[in-house]
């Protein structure tokens, strides 16, 4: 079984920066994914960033250049740095691992980000 953690949120005005984090417990495989998705009230929920156990990375468009991804390999842990957040980046936020040796995927209980004009 396994179990994410996340943590980190909060509200902030505009311009400002928030930093999530994300614990991963349980029987973690080296060869994974971790993750952050995002849904606000009405939308669907969207990726933000990813990084796979190689240490590559990708982003929404939306997010490039003012969030960072990173992965802590010892902990299972990955956090998300949130800079120049503007009011559209208000969303619950989500944690998801992937495993493919097994092909299953895990999720968060997610973490409120609130971002005020």
């Known amino acids: 079984q396994v179990q994410l953690v996340e943590s980190g949120g909060g509200l902030v005005q505009a311009g400002g920066s928030l930093r999530l984090s994300c614990a991963a417990s349980?029987?973690?495989?080296?060869?994974?994914?971790m993750g952050w998705y995002r849904q606000a009230p009405g939308k669907q929920r969207e990726l933000v960033a990813t990084i796979t156990s190689g240490g590559r990375t990708n982003y929404a468009d939306s997010v490039k250049g003012r969030f960072f991804i990173s992965r802590d390999y010892a902990k299972n842990t990955v956090n998300l740095q949130m800079n120049s957040l503007k009011p559209e980046d208000t969303a619950v936020y989500y944690c998801?691992?992937?495993?493919?040796?097994?092909?299953?995927?895990?999720w968060g209980q997610g973490t409120q980000v609130t971002v005020s004009s």
């Open positions: 998801k691992l992937d495993q493919f040796v097994t092909a299953n995927d895990y």
């Open positions: 349980g029987t973690i495989f080296s060869i994974n994914t």
